[in-house]
């Protein structure tokens, strides 16, 4: 009887957050729509379930369009059109409103108060039931065409369904010839390449000092125009930590045209140069020129980097301010602004694993995530070119685009 009054077919690919947001949010703002949820797997919402060490890290605690939209080094300009429609404070009022609290930690992730990812795949599926969302597992969309005015869909079931609109809301590929089944949609991929991983130091007695974090450092990369500041940590083949995974998304294209083999130069003192720091040489030279080097840690650098650059340097344990000759004196000055270390290769970070590239966004409309190629396709998430840094950015883009697309489709169907 319900079916009866029905007056258009939706179909969403993929059971993530871009794919649930979109199907809940087109049932709910239509109930003449049919929604049907197809996923590949024998899982919903997988992600959302790892995210954030179990507890999903549903967004940033951002409430300002322009600062926000800088967190994403693909798709900036895209998401801020989009987050004039639903943003941060769209999502937290969404889930309020559905009985789940959020909260925000010091750094700015935001997490549900029960500290538990399940909380939010309970509310997502409970919104799925309460708006009749028919689910489908096991079901692997392999080709879409176009008949009659209708999508067709091909299962690897062999099964064929048909819709009036169709989401595609599938997720990143780390590989081109993974986007093959969307060939009949026209869309133009853009290649896709690793974004947010570490760096590898073979060989580096660096590495010794792993677990060392510096609070705020900078590094650049040599012959890039690259840089970033922020927490480094040393790691057992190299480095990573906030400032590192930074680097690693802005420069996810250059670094792979660059094969992972690249030279970087990190400033411990994160923005202080030269001068300034031979002028505190001096001042120390006079105030305390009797006080041994390797005890005065001057900069407050973690004791262990600070006796690794004494040693880099070639200066003695013994040495006093008043001995340091001016040959070892700049070379730590080197040392501390201007560290060269050899990257070769990368590590991926899994806790928060994203790639960049994707559907090209030249050829999605913003404001509806409707195809400017293919009248009712719809496209949502991360299979689209954006990608944010660590901190919740990806999953806000998720939501946003997801409820643009569902609501967009309530409104045509
Ligand atoms: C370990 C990990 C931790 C993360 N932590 C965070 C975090 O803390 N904060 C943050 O903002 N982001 C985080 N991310 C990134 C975030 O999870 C993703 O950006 C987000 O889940 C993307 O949502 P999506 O719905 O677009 O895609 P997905 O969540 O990837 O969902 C796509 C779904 O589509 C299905 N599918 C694919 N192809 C087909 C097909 N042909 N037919 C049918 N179904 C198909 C897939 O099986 C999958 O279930 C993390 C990612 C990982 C891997």
Redesign the pocket.
Known sequence: MYDNKRTGKLIV????????FCAVNAARLNPTLQVIL????N??????K???GGR??V?HACFDIKEMSKHYPRGEHFVRKAFHQFFTTDTIEWFEQRGVKLKAEADG?MFPVTNSSQTIIDCLLNEATKYGVEILLN????ELKTENEKWKIILNTTEELFADFICI????FPKLHQFE?LKETGHSIIEPVPSLFTFNIPNHPITKLMGVVVPEASIKIKSTKLKNTGPLLITHWGMSGPCVLKLSAWGARELQQLNYDFIISVNWLKDKNEQEIKNEFQFIRTKNGSQKIINNNLFHLPNRLWQFLMTEAGIKDEWRWADLPSKEQNRLTQLLTNHEFHVKGKTTF?????TAGGVDLKEVDANTMQSKLKPHLFF????LDV??I?????????WTS?FIAGKTIATLS
């Open positions: 690919i993929g059971g993530g957050a871009a794919g649930f197809l996923e590949k797997s899982k919903l919402l997988s992600k959302v790892v995210s954030g999903c890290n967004t992730r079901r692997e969309v392999k809301a599938s997720g990143g089944w899994k806790e928060e694993f994203v949502a998430g991360e299979i990608d944010g660590t901190g919740g950015f990806n999953f806000q883009h998720a997801g």
